[in-house]
């Protein structure tokens, strides 16, 4: 990579590739909220106009009445956007609105307290730390291969090895469309007729063992296959790099931040959820590299599947996940019962969360587990995923899910923050879900503040309450707040969901109680500390 200047990058020079998702964002005006200079460390944005771009083409969705407010840098977004949707445009123009809004609240501006750092381009050796080369090589447009007729065969093997939890092939509705190339994918998976030949059946029995069917399908043409690949690379590089800075040696960073980032669901040799590389493990496996011990925490209404299997048998991290945990609700995992396996066994903590849960109840539940799980792990690095879809009215989860608030997601961000700061550990923030792109888009900014309050504890009490004026104002009206309202409404829960919170909570006990006294040599059986079949 090339060497710039401290104010444009300051990625470690050397270690993250040569190529780069665009230039940093400059501005001479100092940043409204924590203008002062702190006492020690800054925060690192990882931020630019050309990383919201990529974010955008591949995961949101053109819409024609939006392109008003697209004069900040982005008015040629649409530029080849077709090509290369993903999910049908999950994020809408969620990676948009951020940005705008942490250009207006002032975040953008060169500050004392945040450094925006322009993100870099991961390369296959980065992504290949956690990655199979047989799934990477289906993802790189330039390494793959045409599928001939015995190519299944050859690989199927070696798939099924690297998958072992792959999901099966699912049947189906009848496709009338029919192509002859099978990279387009188009046709009828199902159809037995001679107008479909075997190699294309073949194909969707391979794209389905590499989880790149359905939500995470891969784009029809060329040019939406390059734009996929490219997106791939600059999410994890950006959080590659933003671990590498919290390392680095020569620079002052305390927290990272990658909204982009938090794809927990892709696994090993396998899409999954709209993620189709992990960041969250590529980050965590560097920050292992430099010898940190890591507690990973995630509160995205979806389980980390991802996340949690990649390190199901390690205790040097420790994996918490608070989750809806429902029959049918995916990814269908995070049963308390699983708990980790071999060395890990016991280090991988699932806390369900029951439908429409108000910001109080659950922060008081996150707050009881984090500070018990700091205590006794001991962490020299916190990973924290912060999902947008347990807001209350996500349309993808719909009615039935979490009734939170951008307050509720902010004080759980805070409490991290804090407390990493007072343990002297490293934070890095991620994003992750999050379909309602306007509250999302104030709920990661806020969370933004929020993470600043290990450094600055005011930070989060000098945003403004009402949204400044910018070009994309009018996506927030009627009220044009910052905050969503929080849900003051506390619904009785029935007799279950009280005891799924009450064995929340005394899980989180046995298990600091186990690692107690493993980090004393002096510990019992794992069986024997939890005589009661946790």
């Excluded at 940005?99 to 980065?126: E, M, Y």
Aim: aromatic letters at 8%; one cysteine or more; hydrophobic letters at 30%.
């Amino acid at each position: 990579m090339r060497e710039v200047s401290e104010r444009n990058r300051c990625a470690d020079v050397g270690s993250m590739g040569n190529a780069s998702t665009g230039n940093a964002v400059e501005r001479t005006q100092p940043l409204a909220p924590g203008s002062r200079r702190p006492d020690r460390g800054f925060v690192a944005l990882m931020h630019s106009v050309a990383y919201t771009k990529i974010l955008y083409k591949v995961m949101g969705k053109p819409n024609e009445n939006f392109h008003d407010g697209l004069d900040c840098g982005l008015d040629d977004v649409d530029e080849g956007y077709s090509s290369g949707c993903v999910g049908g445009g999950v994020h809408n123009e969620r990676d948009i609105l951020l940005s705008s809004l942490l250009d207006c609240c002032g975040f953008l501006r060169v500050p004392c307290t945040i450094k925006v750092i322009s993100p870099s381009l991961a390369t296959r050796q980065h992504l290949e730390l956690f990655h199979s080369k047989s799934y990477l090589d289906m993802l790189d447009p330039s390494k793959r291969r045409s599928l001939k007729c015995n190519g299944f065969s050859r690989h199927q093997e070696h798939v099924q090895n690297e998958n072992s939890n792959a999901r099966t092939s699912q049947t189906s509705k009848a496709n009338d469309k029919r192509c002859s190339d099978p990279q387009k994918g188009n046709f009828d998976r199902n159809a037995n007729d001679a107008s479909t030949s075997f190699c294309q059946r073949n194909y969707w029995k391979e794209m389905d063992l590499f989880g790149l069917t359905d939500d995470c399908a891969l784009p029809e043409t060329r040019a939406g296959q390059e734009l996929l690949w490219t997106y791939c690379r600059s999410v994890a590089g950006a959080s590659l790099q933003a671990a590498q800075l919290l390392c680095s040696q020569t620079k002052s960073f305390e927290v990272a931040i990658n909204w982009g980032g938090g794809r927990h669901h892709a696994k090993k040799g396998q899409a999954g959820g709209f993620c189709f590389v992990n960041d969250a493990v590529l980050a965590i496996k560097y920050l292992q590299k430099k010898r940190h011990r890591v507690l990973y925490i995630d509160i995205d209404i979806h389980h980390c599947d991802g996340v949690s299997e990649a390190f199901y048998n390690s205790d040097s991290v420790l994996v918490c996940s608070f989750h809806k945990l429902a029959l049918g609700f995916y990814p269908c995992t995070g049963n308390p019962k699983e708990k980790g396996s071999g060395d890990g066994f016991g280090y991988n903590l699932n806390i369900p969360l029951p439908d429409h849960i108000n910001d109080k109840c659950m922060f008081s539940i996150f707050q009881y587990s984090v500070k018990n799980l700091m205590k006794a792990h001991k962490p020299t690095a916190v990973v924290l995923a912060v999902g947008g879809d347990g807001l209350k009215g996500d349309p993808l989860v719909g009615p039935d899910g979490w009734f939170l608030s951008t307050d509720g997601l902010a004080n759980c961000t805070q409490l991290v923050a804090t407390e990493a700061k007072g343990r002297n550990a490293k934070l890095l923030l991620l994003g992750g879900g999050g379909y309602n792109d306007v509250n999302t888009a104030r709920a990661f900014a806020v969370c933004t503040a929020a993470s600043c309050c290990g450094i600055r504890p005011s930070m989060l009490s000098e945003l403004p309450r009402d949204i400044p004026t910018h070009n994309l104002i009018e996506r927030y009206k009627p009220d044009y707040q910052l905050h969503t309202d929080a849900n003051i409404y506390e619904r009785p829960f029935t007799a279950k969901e009280e005891k799924m919170m009450k064995d929340g909570m005394k899980n989180v006990d046995k298990l600091v109680a186990y690692i107690s006294k493993k980090e004393r040599s002096t510990y019992k059986p794992f069986d024997e500390v939890y005589n009661d079949n946790w």
